[in-house]
């Protein structure tokens, strides 16, 4: 693990448990430490700290002014957003329709600073017999319905291109599969269990703190499995456990990371949250919290790009990824032959297609136009860029086979 991700580690638990601002050392590559914290979508919540170092130790001017100016920006707007939300959320109940928040403000009121958690949307449950009269609330509010995103049971709303507010109607989206049903069958979203909470300045109803801690980490994997995850979504989990542990029945917890074949990779992640972040490590299962297992997979996670720092080809990695992701669709333990492996990446089938092909995502029988539209696009790359950002797709099976050997060990590698 390089020594900016290193020093931005550093620079976030010194932020999350207020502690004086780590010092720099002289070399310190301002510019990369920074691309690190972007792609971890942490770069907001670590400006106050990085302005409280001597003069002399701080990035450039140019760098210090690019951050101040994202994270005002970026907290004026979640200000903006928050106060819409909250008359949204005051019309629904007029209407007797009772909306269920989940992941952003509820992980976001762990931070320090609340409205410097980046987030590109807010995530909303209603039961299904009352999401057309959702939608119609949230157009009187002005959004607007994104079809090229929408899901049938997760359409999409947009205001100013800036706001965004998912309404589910599944916590799951189209997935299928054995854990699918196993999580559905958990119930999340059980009205017995849900817990009211005022969070950044709103009145919610939110999922039960065993429910939610069960979904935050389905949202990761998911996140892990497909196109990587942030930073950001690791220490909400680690605050999470921290704010709400004490009320979550840790026995029924960890047998249903059992059920759902979690268990391993829940106590790598909580080594990591524990090593890191901060999180109580009573929480993890007896005798299962190693400094060593913590260091070595967040270094590997680093390493094959399920954490990204900035410094790899990111077009090279987007391909990897999508050629882990559509290996993953395979049988459990069944050998990924190179000739399998080529074969689902020049003709994934439609669920395996990146957002960027929703057409055949959404008309299964317009596949065969992506497979055209996909070679089109490596074409471009190929004779219209520059020869080194050119497609080299024995490089990516190199990059996706190591990715895929990190996510064995971690028990991801079962589609269901």
């Not at 333990?333 to 689902?344: L, P």
Request: charge should be neutral.
């Amino acid at each position: 693990m390089n020594s900016n991700v290193e020093y931005i580690l550093k620079l976030l638990h010194s932020v999350l448990y207020d502690e004086p601002a780590p010092i720099p050392e002289d070399d310190m590559d301002w510019l990369r430490a920074l691309s690190v914290a972007g792609m971890g979508e942490v770069h907001t919540i670590i400006y106050k700290k990085i302005s409280e170092l001597p003069k002399e130790k701080q990035p450039d001017d140019g760098l210090m002014g690019w951050l101040r100016e994202q994270t005002f920006r970026i907290g004026m707007e979640k200000l903006q957003f928050y106060d819409l939300v909250s008359r949204i959320l005051k019309e629904a109940k007029k209407q007797g329709i009772q909306v269920i928040l989940f992941k952003g403000p509820v992980v976001a009121d762990l931070y320090p600073e609340p409205m410097l958690r980046k987030s590109c949307d807010m995530d909303m449950y209603v039961d299904p017999k009352s999401l057309k009269a959702f939608e119609k609330i949230l157009v009187d509010f002005h959004f607007e319905k994104n079809i090229e995103h929408s899901k049938d049971v997760v359409p999409v709303y947009v205001l100013n291109k800036k706001f965004m507010i998912e309404a589910h109607c599944c916590l799951f989206e189209d997935y299928e599969g054995k854990r699918i049903e196993m999580l559905k069958e958990m119930d999340l979203t059980n009205k017995d269990r849900l817990v009211e909470l005022s969070v950044s300045g709103l009145d919610i109803t939110t999922m039960g703190h065993e429910d939610h801690l069960v979904f935050l980490l389905f949202h990761l994997i998911k996140h892990i499995t497909y196109s990587g995850c942030s930073l950001k979504t690791i220490i909400d989990i680690a605050l999470f456990v921290n704010a709400y542990g004490d009320q979550i029945n840790k026995t029924s917890f960890w047998e249903k990371m059992k059920r759902l074949g979690y268990e391993n990779f829940c106590c790598t992640l909580f080594s990591i949250c524990v090593r890191y972040f901060g999180m109580k490590k009573d929480f993890l299962l007896d005798d299962t919290y190693s400094d060593s297992v913590a260091e070595i997979s967040l270094a590997r996670m680093y390493e094959v790009g399920i954490l990204k720092d900035g410094a790899s080809d990111q077009g090279e990695d987007r391909r990897a990824y999508s050629i882990v992701y559509q290996s993953l669709q395979g049988k459990e333990d069944k050998k990924i032959s190179k000739i399998r492996m080529w074969k689902k990446t020049f003709f994934p089938g439609h669920k395996d297609l990146s957002f960027r092909y929703m057409y055949a995502r959404k008309h299964p029988s317009l596949v065969w136009i992506a497979w055209i539209h996909r070679g089109f696009n490596q074409l471009s790359v190929f004779f219209v860029k520059d020869k080194a950002q050119a497609a080299n797709v024995s490089k990516d099976m190199k990059l996706a086979n190591r990715k895929l050997a990190l996510m064995k060990e971690l028990d991801l590698m079962n589609k269901d």
